[in-house]
């Protein structure tokens, strides 16, 4: 159901056209049944799905779900990380986060990290004077940010290893 | 397919449209966590929000497909296989929904819990939708759009031209608040056209008269207006 990343053009379209058709169906059947329709999609409406959804967050949830808790919490990492990238969402930076963990070596990792956090202040700045910015900010001050970051976030990972 | 599967699916989807497009991620996140804090409701909010999510990630998925085009001419292609009414609705009113916070999002908390989402109008708007495509009209129904953006459907006719419309009974026709209310929600979202259409459900033919009234204007009326209507 979850749309991948495809390179040919042609498969593309026939995803696009199968996810468009489906969207019609639904409002097809939502106009002819009501919301008798939703039957016809689940066979377990009055189910505990809603009473549960919230339940084993925990236990449940993916390395990136962790990040995205982790980031909006008050760990004092957390809110130096908020605060250097505040012009994105925190699902965005978790996913590039992961991204990063995705390297094999601790270095590569801390490396990636770092560099999406100096990248934030260029892109972020809209300044064509930006360089001038990046000088105010403190390499090393960065660098420790992401080894601090690289290690939370392994601990966090831990959990799934 | 089983009801727990939603959430996983809301889920996966959340994690591509964090690559592909940040406002949708944080969108999904917020529903997410809205279900996850409403308390479970009968059985009929139940249909409710398990249509609404499903409705969500079907227009959702169709969206990151536009999100991901590479070139002019693929986003051609993909238009050649949308109904005007689609277009508009995907690249016009979903993609505002998407960026701009919607103020009316946490009073369908509200509204669920109160168990005031249901339409009754639903039957109405069935026929009517039949009736326009028979007449080759096109239109889109969505809950966003019912919900936050004060329309009811959305049609097309011959020029192509989207038109968003409110429907209400004569009961409600006096209520200038009403009135007020829709043109600021429709110029909240940037709607280009509206049509709050009032019908007498004692009239004979009311179904075909709000057809045609509703194609007619489709095609003919300006943009930048929102017109009062009285059958």
């Not at chain 2, 946490?106 to 669920?112: E, P, T, V």
């Not at chain 2, 009961?171 to 608040?177: H, L, M, V």
């Not at chain 2, 429709?186 to 019908?199: E, N, Q």
């Amino acid at each position: 159901m979850v749309n991948k990343l495809q390179n040919d053009p042609r498969q593309r379209l026939e995803k696009f056209i199968q996810h468009i058709e489906e969207a019609r169906k639904l409002q097809d059947d939502i106009l002819q049944y009501g919301l008798a329709a939703a039957e016809l999609y689940f066979e377990d409406v009055d189910g505990d799905w809603w009473e549960t959804w919230g339940e084993n967050e925990e236990e449940d949830k993916s390395f990136f779900e962790s990040v995205i808790a982790f980031l909006g919490s008050d760990d004092s990492v957390a809110l130096k990380v908020r605060k250097q990238l505040k012009d994105k969402s925190l699902p965005e930076i978790a996913a590039q986060f992961e991204k990063c963990f995705n390297l094999p070596e601790e270095e590569e990792q801390i490396f990636a990290v770092k560099t999406l956090l100096v990248d934030s202040v260029m892109v972020g700045g809209n300044n064509p004077d930006y360089s001038e910015d990046i000088d105010e900010i403190d390499e090393i001050d960065l660098l420790d940010l992401a080894e601090e970051l690289v290690e939370k976030l392994t601990i966090v990972r831990e959990k799934y290893d | 397919m089983q009801a727990k599967e939603i959430k996983d699916r809301l889920k996966l989807l959340i994690k591509e449209a964090s690559i592909i497009d940040p406002h949708l991620a944080r969108r999904l996140d917020e529903i997410n966590r809205w279900v996850k804090d409403v308390k479970p409701g009968s059985l009929t909010a139940k249909k409710f929000v398990l249509l609404f999510l499903e409705q969500t990630i079907r227009d959702a998925q169709v969206w990151l497909d536009i999100k991901a085009l590479t070139s002019l001419e693929e986003q051609q292609a993909y238009y050649e296989h949308m109904t005007p009414t689609e277009k508009y609705w995907y690249c016009e009113l979903l993609s505002n929904w998407l960026s701009q916070d919607d103020p009316k999002f946490y009073i369908w908390r509200q509204k669920l819990m109160a168990g005031e989402f249901t339409q009754s109008d639903a039957d109405l708007i069935a026929s009517i939708a039949n009736h326009i495509k028979q007449r080759s009209g096109t239109i889109v129904k969505r809950y966003i759009a019912d919900l936050s953006m004060a329309t009811d459907i959305i049609v097309s006719n011959r020029e192509q031209k989207a038109l968003c419309i409110q429907l209400t009974s004569v009961a409600d026709e006096f209520s200038q608040q009403k009135y007020n209310d829709w043109e600021n929600t429709l110029r909240f979202w940037v709607i280009d056209r509206g049509l709050f259409l009032s019908y007498n459900p004692s009239t004979n033919d009311f179904v075909n008269q709000i057809v045609n009234v509703t194609l007619y204007n489709s095609d003919k009326f300006p943009a930048g207006k929102y017109l009062k209507f009285s059958l």
